[in-house]
């Protein structure tokens, strides 16, 4: 039986429970964390950040992503019980509501703290991505505008990594472009596996108002287009290697654009979606000085 206080499935009498650690950890959700702070680290590299820049802004994004993490399974806690989401650890009762709540809210200051000492601009950059990201899980999800923290926040990211430069300067429109089109992408692939969950609590984002097929194909076109832009936007010939990742990119596109029109939506499709970013990110990164507007 699910009541709305705790959730009891039978197929979690016979199984170990994780330690508090543990399961705070996995609120953070760690997968799209690592990524976007791979990313970020990449692209710091790219631009020629000196080495305690990278750690700065590495640990930085490891707290912006697990403070976003732990407010979603915060501020959704209730509606994943209702709906018996196994992959939430709070909705599991293996984590108080409380602990993740304090958890998030010290890692968001953590974030924008540890910004500070590479300037200003990068931390006001920063904290309007963490605005942003956080303004999704507090209620935008449930509206048709539910796309637009994802187009600012990953649009924003090149330009956090160049205004952490000691001297400061905005990344490339071609480059703030293609990180908000890879955005647009993660939204739609992550939440096609949920469509039919949310609707039943409630959540009626974008993608739900779209559609199945309409927001598969959508998931396509974005990361379609965002490859484009980080194969065509920088000045200069592409080289073999750029064209090469925009093919590979492509093609992972195009694989989960598939599986989402022919089987039931699935997690995959979403981790396609993150291994295409890492292939556009690599271009972003062979790009360089480039990347500077």
Same mark, same amino acid.
Not at 203 to 214: A, D, F, I, S, Y
């Given at each position: ?117 590479? +300037?200003?601009?990068?931390?006001? *950059?920063? #904290?309007?991505?963490?605005?942003? $990201? =956080? @303004?999704?899980? !507090? &209620? ?19 330009t956090v990594v160049t205004l952490a430069l000691p001297e400061p300067s905005l990344a ?43 927001? +598969?194909?959508?998931?396509?076109? *974005?990361? #379609?287009?965002?490859?484009?832009? $980080? =194969? @065509?936007?920088? !000045? &200069? ?57």
């Amino acid at each position: 039986m699910i009541t709305t206080g705790e959730m009891r499935l039978p197929c979690l009498y016979h199984e170990r429970m994780p330690n508090k650690a543990v399961a705070l950890a996995l609120s953070t959700h760690p997968g799209p964390a690592v990524a976007v702070t791979v990313i970020t680290v990449v692209l710091g590299v790219s631009v020629g950040l000196e080495p305690w820049r990278i750690v700065l802004l590495g640990l930085a994004f490891a707290a912006n992503q697990a403070s976003v993490g732990l407010s979603n399974d915060w501020i959704d806690a209730e509606r994943d019980r209702a709906v018996g989401r196994l992959d939430k650890p709070v909705a599991r009762g293996w984590v108080d509501v409380s602990r993740v709540r304090t958890a998030a809210l010290v890692t968001l200051a953590l974030a924008v703290t540890l910004t500070i000492p590479l +300037g200003v601009p990068a931390t006001i *950059a920063h #904290a309007g991505f963490l605005a942003s $990201a =956080w @303004a999704y899980n !507090a &209620g935008l999800k449930s509206t048709a505008a539910s796309v637009l923290p994802y187009l600012l926040s990953f649009g924003l990211l090149p330009t956090v990594v160049t205004l952490a430069l000691p001297e400061p300067s905005l990344a490339g429109g071609w480059a703030m472009g293609s990180g908000a089109l890879l955005g647009v992408a993660a939204h739609f692939a992550n939440v096609l596996p949920d469509l039919d969950d949310d609707r039943v609590t409630g959540v009626h984002g974008l993608p739900h108002r779209l559609g199945l097929r309409t927001t +598969g194909l959508a998931t396509w076109a *974005a990361l #379609a287009a965002a490859s484009l832009l $980080a =194969w @065509a936007g920088p !000045a &200069g010939d592409p080289t073999l290697l750029q064209s090469t990742g925009l093919v590979l990119a492509l093609a992972i596109g195009a694989l989960g654009t598939l599986l989402v029109l022919r089987r039931p939506p699935s997690r995959l499709l979403f981790r396609l979606i993150i291994a295409a970013a890492l292939v556009n990110v690599t271009l972003l990164a062979f790009a360089r000085d480039r990347l500077l507007a």
